[in-house]
């Protein structure tokens, strides 16, 4: 048997020993990119048992604990907390929502309105929609902004919550039973707290979207009635100035059906409703002016405390003061709602009457005990007048009567107006001002009878109304300038009695740099409301928008003219304020404080600062790019290094001239030898006129490189000086008192200013004395000199006494 096992085995060996060979003969003749692929797989295996090996020699065989499961629950249960809590839509979505319940309601009766009923659409209620129409579209805008980073907010709420599903380390708590028993109570906390956030989420998306939705919708709806106004407003303008109803001599045959009176009652209806929803928008605007009356009254009230304490009221009867400090309260009244057109750049003219209104109210208050009877009567006329005139925006079918009515209230505004005009004479200032527009008042009622009585009534409603308007608003903004002028005295008068000033000061000028600021105020508050109630508001603002926006260029430079426009009047007001902000805080202006130096450094540095916030904030407004600004800085400094250094110097010095103002034209000065009176101040030089007539022409440069020696910088007064010997008497008292009496008779002496008598030497006979005193005039120096010697003589020969 076993001689058969060997054969079996010598059998199998061969088998196995010939399939080797079949193989290595099939490898070699397979082709080479299948041997390729048999060596690439080959090393990929190697490799990955390789890498495989590595793991398992260098791994971290310990396994998560319960405190490793725990930081993962409080780390995700800190996540779903945090996306619950931010899925909170905020304050200003809310607002929205209800912002979009009216603007629904609103729009719905615009809709109606300029679809169904334009043909009873006047032009007021044309300016009204118009207005709505297009702080809708704003709003729309403003909402769309903040509805979208809403969503994208919460869009990366939902990205995070992907994260919570690929945690690894609670996928393990899920598959390990034990600790998954262990943590029972915490995972279906969080199994609730996930419903809860993503469910949360979704509403929250689910709000956004609708509100993105009926916003944008508002703004399409917006869009297409605003141009149906537009439209309208084109051809109401046309029909305005076209005849509209009979000559006032024909007879009427004008009248208003059922349906067309209906239809005038659905658009009045909805203007009304138009206007609540502007007064409910505007709430924030009269809340601020509100908070600008309080401040203004809290400003009163600390100056006249302090003045009462210090017992400085006295000191205010001697100046020109008619509304303050008695009527500080209603003032506060006047301030507020002389500026809310400011506030408020478009809104309806029917929200212009109602401020101007509550202003006539005010006005009558305190105008009842500080006008003159006759002047109030005049006034509470032209009061009753607004009134009568602001019900004919209403008239919905002008017959004859209505029409005569138009024209008595004309003719009325025309008597009461000329009657204002010649008794208002010291009571209001603006008086410049004033009479243009009370004379602009009576020719634009004249021009509304031609209108009437022609049959264009619109056009004539519409000057009649803006010609009373102007003139109320006008009488109003001349009390506000005058309150305005008196709380600037009152501020200046309290700082100087806090700091123990008593010396007398001259307010003039001071109040005459404010004045003029305080008139371009007022010019365009009246213009607003002037060209509000003729229905130009709009037109007139965009178009001077466009022109001052845009954009225009030299050479590579580009510019606007508004911008330009406010870099000037930035640099003006800032320099107006860095030259009077002194006068604030008890400055006296001249040198009786020379011992306080720490407030005068104060008040340099307040200068200072002043002078470098305006200038930087007049480039910021000007939109200048600062990289233009330093390339044109730049070739500047290599022109000036090339030659220009005089030029550039004297237009820099005529620059601090103009602006500085050490020297004006006409004042009386010293520069190095030369003395004159200032006849031109230019960009590169300034000319002198000699007492001899000649002209002198000096550089600014050296002006300013020069002591300036300024005889009316702040005013005209000079002192003079006068060598006498007089002899008759030895009475020291006698002789001062006679000197003194004789200065002070002359009436080009300074009457403020005690002239002063100084002994120098005693003679036999009596003395030798210098008599110095002010001149009130540095131009008159010499007359005073000559007249004041002739009364010399005349006193002492009066007294025995003679002077040489």
């Not at 965009?542 to 911008?563: C, H, M, P, V, W």
């Amino acid at each position: 048997m076993k001689n058969p096992l060997i054969l079996i085995c010598i059998l199998h060996l061969f088998t196995l020993t010939s399939f080797a060979q079949d193989s290595a003969r099939i490898q070699r003749n397979l082709p080479d990119s299948s041997r390729q692929f048999r060596d690439t797989t080959n090393n990929r295996t190697d490799t990955a048992r390789r890498q495989r090996g590595f793991n398992e020699l260098f791994a971290d065989s310990a396994k998560l604990t319960s405190s490793d499961f725990q930081l993962a629950i409080e780390k995700n249960y800190v996540m779903l907390d945090n996306v619950d809590n931010k899925s909170e839509l905020g304050l200003g979505v809310q607002l929205i929502i209800e912002r979009q319940a009216d603007n629904d309601s609103v729009l719905a009766v615009l809709k109606d309105n300029v679809l169904n009923n334009a043909s009873a659409l006047n032009l007021r209620n044309l300016q009204v929609f118009r207005t709505l129409l297009m702080n809708i579209q704003r709003e729309a805008k403003d909402h769309r902004e903040l509805l979208d980073s809403t969503e994208h907010r919460l869009n990366d709420l939902r990205s995070s919550l992907k994260t919570f599903r690929q945690d690894t380390v609670l996928r393990q708590l899920y598959r390990d039973t034990a600790m998954r028993q262990q943590f029972s109570a915490q995972l279906k906390d969080m199994r609730q707290n996930w419903r809860k956030s993503t469910t949360h989420l979704k509403e929250s998306l689910a709000t956004v979207n609708m509100l993105q939705t009926k916003t944008s919708s508002h703004a399409i709806t917006a869009t297409q009635l605003l141009e149906k106004v537009e439209s309208l407003l084109d051809t109401s303008a046309a029909r305005i100035f076209g005849k509209e109803y009979n000559y006032l001599w024909e007879s009427d045959t004008t009248h208003l059906s059922a349906y067309a009176k209906s239809s005038f009652d659905k658009v009045y209806d909805g203007e009304r409703k138009a206007l609540r929803y502007y007064f409910k928008d505007s709430g924030n605007k009269r809340l601020f002016l509100l908070l600008i009356g309080f401040i203004f009254f809290l400003w009163m009230f600390r100056n006249i405390r302090k003045l009462k304490k210090l017992n400085g009221l006295q000191s205010l009867k001697e100046m020109e003061f008619d509304y303050l400090p008695s009527g500080y309260i209603v003032s506060a009244f006047i301030i507020m709602f002389s500026i809310a057109p400011l506030f408020d750049l478009h809104a309806p003219s029917a929200y212009i009457e109602s401020m101007q209104f509550l202003l006539l109210v005010i006005l009558s208050i305190i105008c009842w005990k500080k006008w003159p009877r006759k002047l109030f009567w005049n006034w509470m006329a032209m009061v009753v007048l607004y009134i009568c005139f602001s019900f004919m925006h209403h008239v919905a079918d002008p017959g004859l009567g209505i029409r005569l009515w138009l024209i008595l209230l004309n003719g009325l505004s025309v008597f009461f107006g000329w009657m204002f005009l010649t008794r208002m004479k010291d009571n209001l200032q603006l008086k410049g001002f004033l009479r243009f527009v009370i004379i602009l008042h009576n020719v634009m009622n004249v021009l509304s009878i031609l209108c009437n009585i022609s049959g264009r009534f619109s056009l004539a409603q519409i000057l009649g109304n803006t010609a009373i308007f102007s003139f109320t608003q006008a009488i109003g903004l001349a009390v506000f300038s005058k309150i305005a002028m008196e709380a600037i005295l009152l501020q200046i008068v309290t700082s100087r009695a806090k700091r123990g000033v008593s010396s007398r000061l001259d307010y003039e000028p001071v109040l005459n740099g404010f004045r003029k600021p305080l008139l371009f105020l007022v010019v365009i508050l009246w213009v607003i409301v002037f060209t509000t109630n003729l229905n130009i508001y709009t037109n007139v603002l965009n178009g001077l928008s466009d022109f001052l926006s845009r954009d225009r260029s030299i050479g590579n430079a580009s510019f606007t003219l508004g911008g330009v426009l406010l870099f000037f009047m930035i640099i003006w007001i800032a320099h107006l304020l860095q030259k009077y902000v002194g006068y604030f805080f008890g400055d006296t202006g001249n040198d009786d404080e020379v011992h306080n130096k720490s407030q005068r450094s104060r008040l340099l540095i307040a200068r200072l600062v002043l002078l470098c916030l305006g200038y930087l904030l007049a480039v910021a407004a000007s939109g200048v790019p600062v990289d233009k600004i330093t390339i044109v800085l730049g070739a500047l400094g290599v022109g000036i290094g090339l030659g220009l250094q005089n030029i550039v110097n004297n237009f820099v010095s005529g620059i601090i001239l103009i602006f500085d103002r050490p020297l004006q034209i006409g004042d009386s000065v010293e520069v190095g030898d030369k003395t004159g009176r200032v006849r031109e101040i230019g960009l590169r030089s300034s000319t002198l006129m000699t007492a001899d007539g000649a002209e002198v022409i000096i550089p600014n440069g050296d002006i300013l490189s020069q002591q300036i020696v300024n005889y009316t910088l702040t005013n005209n007064q000079i002192r003079l000086e006068m060598d006498l010997s007089v002899s008759g008497s030895k009475d020291m008292e006698v002789v001062a008192s006679a000197i003194k009496e004789a200065i002070g008779s002359s009436e080009f002496v300074f009457e403020n200013r005690e002239p002063q008598v100084l002994f120098t030497k005693v003679n036999e006979n009596g003395y030798d004395v210098k008599a110095y005193f002010w001149c009130a005039d540095v131009f008159k120096s010499e007359e005073a000199k000559s007249d004041v010697l002739i009364r010399l003589h005349q006193q002492m020969e009066a007294k025995n006494l003679s002077v040489d």
